[in-house]
């Protein structure tokens, strides 16, 4: 069993950074993929970005070039680095974790709120 556990979310005004952590627990490998979501007020969850097992990293157009997935993998940690953020940016962040060695296996994080003041 994994858990993820997240932090980092809060206030932060337009044009600001904030770094979101997503610290796993239990039996995490190299197989391991991390994707991060959000959900905005009276939105839906949407896909933010991704960082693949092997390395790759996919983000939506909306972050490209403001986002960065990382990883320390010592320390089974995932980072969401969000960096110029706008107002459009608030919302809840979720992040996933898979596995491309298991169908079907997924645990998400509790979520943590990021709100951009204008």
């Known amino acids: 069993q994994v858990q993820l556990v997240e932090s980092g979310g809060g206030l932060v005004r337009a044009g600001g950074s904030v770094t979101l952590s997503c610290a796993a627990s239990?039996?995490?490998?190299?197989?391991?993929?991390m994707h991060w979501h959000r959900q905005a007020p009276g939105k839906e969850r949407e896909f933010v970005g991704s960082l693949a097992s092997f390395g790759a990293t996919d983000y939506i157009d909306p972050v490209k070039g403001r986002f960065v997935i990382s990883r320390d993998s010592a320390q089974n940690t995932w980072y969401l680095q969000m960096n110029s953020l706008k107002p459009d940016d608030t919302g809840v962040y979720y992040c996933?974790?898979?596995?491309?060695?298991?169908?079907?296996?997924?645990?998400w994080g509790q979520g943590t709120q990021v709100t951009v003041s204008s």
């Open positions: 239990g039996k995490i490998s190299r197989n391991h993929a």
């Open positions: 996933q974790l898979t596995n491309r060695g298991v169908i079907g296996e997924s645990y």
